[in-house]
T-cell receptor
C-alpha cells in the first residue's frame, strides 16, 4: 500500500524567513497531494493541494511543487509569520479511489518573532 | 457557516468499557471518513461512508470497532471493550462527494483516553 514519508519532523525559523517541508510517496497510482495545517486542539485544515498533472501551484505565501518521477512533493512558505506556527501534514490519495488520505507523520513548525 | 462537529470532545474510559463517538458532517455532504490520530502522528484512515453505505472498513484495527451512518448524515463510531492502545484522537471528515479530488473538511476530533 501507499507510504508517505515527511521531513523534517520539527522546523524552527525566524519570522520573515522561508520554510520548506518535504514528502515522498511510494505508490505511483497516487495522483492527489493535499497539505493540511493542524493547530492545537483542532482538526486538520486544508491549506493547498496539487494534482499529478501539475508541477507547481501557488497561493499567496504558500506554494507546493510536485516531482512525479522522483515521487516527492514539497510545501514552501515564504515570509513566515508567528501565526504560521502549527503542525503541517502532507497526504496522498490514489486515482479512482473514494478519496481516503494517507498522511505523513507531520512537521511541527515554530516561527519565532 | 457550520462545519463538522464531533461529540464528546473528550472521553475517558476504563479499560473494558464501550464508547460511542458521534460525528455531525456538513449538511449535504455525501462522503464521510473516520480517521485515528495517535499522539504525535498523522491521521490514519479507519472507514468510509457514501451516504448510508459503508464502502470501505479496511482501516478498522479490530472487530471491536464498528461504525454506522444509518440515515446518511450523522455517524457513530463505537469501540467495544476498550483497550489502552485505543487511546487516540478520533477525527471525522466529510466531503461533498466521493472521489479523489474533493476537499475533506475535518471536525475537531474526540480525544479518547483509556485508563
Amino acid at each position: 500500500g501507499e507510504n508517505v514519508e515527511q521531513h523534517p519532523s520539527t522546523l524552527s525559523v525566524q519570522e520573515g524567513d522561508s520554510a520548506v517541508i518535504k514528502c515522498t510517496y511510494s505508490d505511483s497510482a497516487s495522483n492527489y497531494f493535499p497539505w493540511y495545517k493542524q493547530e492545537l486542539g483542532k482538526g486538520p485544515q486544508l491549506i493547498i493541494d496539487i494534482r499529478s498533472n501539475v508541477g507547481e501551484k501557488k497561493d499567496q505565501r504558500i506554494a507546493v511543487t510536485l516531482n512525479k518521477t522522483a515521487k516527492h512533493f514539497s510545501l514552501h512558505i515564504t515570509e513566515t509569520q508567528p501565526e504560521d506556527s502549527a503542525v503541517y501534514f502532507c497526504a496522498a490519495s490514489k486515482r479512482r479511489s473514494q478519496g481516503n488520505l494517507i498522511f505523513g507523520k507531520g512537521t511541527k513548525l515554530s516561527v519565532k518573532p | 457557516g457550520a462545519g463538522v462537529s464531533q461529540s464528546p470532545r473528550y472521553k475517558v474510559a476504563k479499560r473494558g468499557q464501550d464508547v460511542a463517538l458521534r460525528c455531525d458532517p456538513i449538511s449535504g455532504h455525501v462522503s464521510l471518513f473516520w480517521y485515528q490520530q495517535a499522539l504525535g502522528q498523522g491521521p490514519e484512515f479507519l472507514t468510509y461512508f457514501q451516504n448510508e453505505a459503508q464502502l470501505d472498513k479496511s482501516g478498522l484495527p479490530s472487530d471491536r470497532f464498528f461504525a454506522e451512518r444509518p440515515e446518511g448524515s450523522v455517524s457513530t463510531l463505537k469501540i467495544q471493550r476498550t483497550q489502552q492502545e485505543d487511546s487516540a484522537v478520533y477525527l471525522c471528515a466529510s466531503s461533498i462527494a466521493g472521489g479523489t479530488y474533493n476537499e475533506q473538511f475535518f471536525g475537531p476530533g474526540t480525544r479518547l483516553t483509556v485508563l
